[in-house]
């Protein structure tokens, strides 16, 4: 039973180009949870998502970021015209479907390591 | 600011001795804890949780103890091991607080062979 994916593992891009990361949570869990930590930080929560349905995104940025979960396929945290400071590991975590949304254990994939130029 | 928070940055201990984790959180609404260990480029993995209905929750070598009187939250690892070496976070959910998950800062635990 594979964990949570994440690709790309590491993603360079440069000053004003996209970045496109992509979380395939485990298999029959239907919560998605985005997260950004920076170096020797704890994690700071973005946005919870479940199929189609944006639950809270209180924690990401207005501008620039964005996120989806379709029907089919995996999640995708956009993050549109990057600055050097969105320079940051994100991790994504998933969870069961529950009544308790976010108050369910959340198992989280090995990141993306961002680097903007 | 955040509500979950820890007393000691950094942690050394002897490999072999119990090592003791704190976390304080604010909020006295929440009602869900984790433990969560992350070593060096890897994502957070899950150690063991504790909902607010319980003081004390043990795993294999793990014990999470839970304070609500003082908000306090620990975590007691037995034996520890070279292995064991990594930031710890405590972390931190309410229904009222949404669907956010509150983590603290970390605390880096270091076993010295």
């Known amino acids: 039973n594979a964990g949570v994916m994440q690709n790309p593992r590491h993603l360079v891009r440069r000053r004003g180009q996209e970045a496109r990361l992509r979380c395939s949570p485990m298999k029959g869990h239907s919560h998605v949870y985005w997260y950004r930590q920076l170096p020797e930080e704890g994690l700071k929560f973005m946005v919870y998502?479940?199929?189609?349905?944006?639950?809270?995104e209180s924690g990401m940025p207005k501008e620039r970021f964005s996120a989806e979960f379709p029907k089919e396929g995996p999640s995708i945290l956009r993050i549109q015209q990057v600055v050097r400071g969105d320079s940051a590991a994100y991790f994504c975590a998933s969870s069961p479907p529950s009544g308790r949304g976010g108050t369910d254990t959340q198992y989280f994939g090995p990141g993306t390591r961002l680097t903007v130029l | 600011g955040e509500s979950v928070g820890l007393h000691l940055p950094t942690l050394s201990v002897q490999e072999g001795d119990n090592s003791i984790i704190n976390c304080a959180y604010s909020n006295s609404a929440s009602d869900y804890f984790i433990w969560y260990k992350q070593e060096s480029g890897k994502g957070p993995q899950f150690i063991i949780d504790?909902?607010?209905?319980?003081d004390k929750r043990q795993g294999q070598r793990v014990t999470v103890l839970l304070n609500k009187t003082v908000k306090h939250l620990s975590l007691q690892i037995a034996a520890t091991q070279p292995g064991d070496s990594a930031v710890y976070f405590c972390a931190e959910n309410s229904q009222t607080g949404g669907f956010k998950t509150i983590f603290g800062a970390g605390t880096r635990l270091f076993v010295k062979a």
């Open positions: 504790i909902r607010s209905n319980m």
């Open positions: 998502l479940q199929k189609e349905n944006i639950i809270d």
